[in-house]
């Protein structure tokens, strides 16, 4: 039987995504970035920070992301200066990622901007409660 749209918990979630997607943007766009350049970005710099300079596999593994598309969005944050994208030694095939200076000290604010844009979308819900479903709905199947 049918829910009406209100009820059915697919057709929210997309809405909440909708919006939540917005936010993200808007508090991202004074820094130039898209939301897939974020996520990229601050995988990388937080991987380097670990002392591990990723190939584009393992990036888009840690982001989540397909890696073709990966890879064509690290090329325009290579272009914007935030990335280096240097062949790796042992494989050349594989490019090794590196986060610039200019990379390293936009990571940050973009991170403060999405959390606070996170902050303020999540405030209706306790942050707890919140995390627990999340990390329940993206959990993998089987």
Do not use: Y
């Amino acid at each position: 039987m049918p829910l009406n749209p209100g009820e059915s918990p697919g057709f929210l979630l997309w809405h909440a995504t909708l919006r939540w997607q917005r936010d993200i943007a808007a508090a991202l766009a004074p820094l130039d970035l898209t939301h897939v350049q974020f996520v990229l970005l601050a995988c990388a710099w937080w991987l380097n920070n670990q002392g591990e300079h990723p190939n584009q596999l393992a990036l888009a593994r840690q982001a989540g992301t397909d890696v073709k598309m990966a890879s064509q969005v690290l090329r325009a944050l290579e272009a914007k200066g935030l990335i280096e994208r240097e062949v790796d030694p042992t494989d050349t095939r594989a490019k090794r990622l590196r986060v610039t200076s200019s990379g390293a000290e936009l990571a940050p604010r973009a991170i403060a901007a999405v959390e606070l844009a996170d902050a303020t979308f999540f405030e209706p819900v306790p942050v707890d409660d919140a995390i627990s479903l999340l990390r329940r709905l993206a959990r993998p199947a089987g």
